[in-house]
């Protein structure tokens, strides 16, 4: 069968194709149960051409140009019946391919801080420079994001962390969760009166006040590891012993099944005072390793207070200041519960030496 195929030119060139029965029934079966929609359409339009249906109705039936009906010509008079199946959508690839993997190591030792930075450091390494906005699709598809930096204790142990969680914690956890044992986790934090700003959602940039002074608000916090209570001591001063002993007369009044109470390694936690009173209470001291706040849940308990009453709000004064601290600390495991259960679980996050020397 001969078929004319048109040109801007007006000009008629005849494209000579030639449909053997398996062919049009291969076209027949693609255009009706081919899976992929482009497929479909070029068995359909080869399918009414074989039928000797006129270009320009095709076209109009099938829902392409006049061009696209003359590449599908073409395409199965060079390569046969195996160009119907055939799908090659162009594809246009970053002028920084061939980079990819020296961009990677770049963002494995030295990632940037901005897109700008990265555009200058990358131009700097391929010679190749890129706008923000394509620098910054680019790097998404290489998979990077713009992620808040971790921290990790420098001087930590990760041996004795883990040794201690696994050996230590999660035996007396165990016991917490089958009811045989009370947990809780000590710490304290001072909250200075100052601004805490964040983000909002806007209509425009907001401000809000900042108060002057440097007065403190110090909370001796103690977390139920199960229940997530927390038990406090406050002052406007300093913590010592003198305020540890107290939360532990607190605690040991809360529970008549066996304590125990993890803390950190201050020296007001370790001194002579605080060990002899929790003997004389029963109470059992685990000490963390040095430099472990992240076996510590109770850390998580203050950056959480920071986020929920005290980020991009303005107290006036101390008082208020404080009131709204102390009332969401005393309130929070039951207008906040869904929250703390989630946040609270008592799942630790351990690091090991790779990760400690790969630290920046």
Request: hydrophobic share 40%; proline share 4%.
């Amino acid at each position: 069968m001969v078929i004319p195929v048109w040109k801007k030119t007006g000009i008629t060139i005849m494209i000579k194709l030639n449909f053997c029965v398996e062919d049009i029934d291969r076209l027949q079966k693609s255009s009706i149960s081919h899976p992929h929609p482009f497929v479909r359409r070029k068995a359909l339009a080869l399918l009414l051409k074989s039928k000797g249906i006129a270009h320009h109705k095709i076209c109009e039936t099938v829902g392409i140009c006049g061009n696209t009906l003359r590449i599908y010509c073409k395409g199965y008079r060079n390569k046969g019946i195996e160009f119907i199946e055939s799908i090659n959508f162009y594809k246009p690839q970053s002028c920084l391919k061939t980079f990819e993997q020296t961009i990677r190591d770049y963002l494995q030792n030295s990632p940037p801080a901005s897109i700008k930075q990265a555009c200058s450091q990358i131009a700097g390494l391929t010679g190749v420079h890129l706008k923000e906005t394509q620098m910054r699709l680019y790097l998404k598809k290489l998979g990077a994001g713009y992620r808040k930096v971790c921290g990790i204790p420098a001087k930590a142990d990760v041996e004795k962390q883990r040794l201690f969680k696994e050996k230590e914690l999660d035996p007396r956890l165990e016991e917490a969760k089958e009811e045989k044992r009370t947990v809780y986790f000590i710490d304290a934090a001072h909250f200075v009166l100052g601004a805490f700003l964040g983000f909002l959602w806007s209509l425009s940039r907001i401000l809000v006040k900042t108060p002057s002074g440097r007065q403190r608000f110090n909370v001796l916090g103690a977390l139920n590891a199960i229940t997530k209570e927390l038990l406090t001591v406050t002052n406007d001063t300093y913590i010592t012993s003198i305020q540890v002993c107290e939360l532990l007369r607190i605690i040991a009044k809360s529970s008549p099944m066996p304590i125990t109470i993890v803390l950190d390694n201050a020296k007001y936690q370790r001194c002579k005072l605080v060990m002899n009173l929790a003997k004389e209470l029963g109470i059992e001291l685990l000490f963390l390793p040095p430099y472990s706040p992240n076996l510590n849940l109770i850390e998580r308990v203050w950056k959480f207070a920071k986020k929920q009453c005290l980020r991009s709000i303005y107290y006036p004064d101390f008082a208020s200041f404080r009131g709204a601290i102390s009332s969401f600390l005393n309130q929070m495991h039951k207008t906040h519960q869904n929250e703390l259960l989630s946040l609270l679980t008592l799942n630790f996050q351990l690091f090991d030496q790779d990760q400690v020397k790969k630290a920046a």
